[in-house]
């Protein structure tokens, strides 16, 4: 029995790339996370898309977090394999920048990308989820990931054996 071994330093069980991508496909929701004018850390649990190395999040003009990221784009996005096909807990979290954008044709892109993705295999829900969702206050938010922290628990539980712990 290693009696030095301890789960102080969990730094090294990082998450491979294509174990992160996979993590990325299987889900569809995350953590995200601002902070407010007074400076609290906030968070809501969002769906995503993950296109051209960004996240991509609807949400309505008239929620604060719009009003917070164009005042402080600096945010972050937390995403776990709770709840997904995949059967190990991994998780990832991304700092990074985030703007809010207006623009039509990006919410024509969005929003049915969105829909077939949450509404897979059911053209009639994603026409209607693209139909409740195109209104006037419309926001995407396109999200740049510029420092990832991943953990891969599959790793820490094989650190565990080798060490004799468990």
Known sequence: MNNSFNYDDVSHYTLEEEDEQELIDAQNECTFMWSTKEGWPVGVIMSYVYNRGYFWLSVSSLRVRVQAVARE????????????DIK?????T??????VLSDQETIDW???TLAKRL?????QAQKEF?????????RVLKF???KKIGFDSRKMRQATLDAGQG
């Open 144 to 146: 740049k990931p510029v």
């Open 94 to 99: 991304y700092k990074g920048t985030c703007e």
């Open 119 to 123: 509404r897979a295999g059911d053209q």
């Open 88 to 92: 190990a807990p991994l998780s990832l």
């Open 110 to 112: 969005f929003l049915p």
């Open 130 to 138: 693209v139909r409740l969702n195109n209104t006037p206050n419309r």
């Open 73 to 84: 784009p600096r945010t972050s996005i937390s995403i776990t394999s709770k709840g997904c």
